[in-house]
């Protein structure tokens, strides 16, 4: 690592030199993409178990219609500002960004923007040599039929757990974790706004709070590479103030013994615990606010 530093460094002097200006954003962003990032001395059986416990974006977007709230174009990330991302940290957190929006039309069934996203998230796929994951006509044809959610869920699903462990095996995993960062804060952003529109709305206020046990893991998860990649540094960072405000709030499990019921002819063990979320609207507002803080440098 401290060779790549100092190569790294280097560079960045030669720039400086040679042009007689500093490095612009886009020229530093480039050198980052070029140096190798070590991977993190940690197995990838441990991080594959942390990500199954992070729920798909779409699952948190499916609450929003169950919470009968009307489609509002401007929760989302413009298609347009794909031009914005030239580096592989930028598509990466752009690719699962997309791909919460493009959840957030199905479940509405605005099919004319979920093929707007479709060419976007096809194209920062490819960016990032991970486009044959996405069968993109499957996808097409249920993405614009919200009758579908369920298949897209399962395809979605299976698209991120083959590409975790494409990248894996590339050492590449850095990119998977901000495809999952990006994609669960686009979720939480997308929910933030309508609460905020709907204050009376107790079910989405609780939604944002359960998302205290999923920060604590997609920062457990960017802590894995904050060593080896500055962007994720940076990150990490902004998620640990996030994580400061969510770490205000309380969850307690209110234990009940589970009961039995026979399901298709199977015994199957029924949990009926229950969680309690203790929390207040400055709790939110606070979380609601440094959401939107993070979001706005993400897709800037």
Known sequence: MKNTLIGF????FLFACDSKKKPSADEISGVLDSVKI????????VISDIIQQIPSPLEISSLLKEAETKYDKSHLNDPENISNYNSNFKKALALGVYGTDLGYTNIYG???????????IKSLADDLSIGQFFDIGTIKRLATNSKNLDSLLLITTKNFNSINAYLQSQKRSNLSVLLLSGGWLEALYIVSQVSEKNPNNQQLKETIGEQKIIMDNVALLLSFYTDNDPNIKDLAEHFSQLQAEFNKIEIKTVYREPTYEVVDGMLVVKDNSSSEIIMT????????????????????
């Open 281 to 300: 609207d400055e709790n939110i507002d606070s979380i609601r606010k440094m959401v939107y803080e993070i979001r706005n440098k993400i897709i800037n």
């Open 110 to 120: 605005q099919n004319q923007d979920a093929l707007f996203y479709l060419n976007a």
């Open 9 to 12: 460094i280097g560079i960045i």
């Open 38 to 45: 070590e991977e993190p001395a940690i197995s990838e059986e």
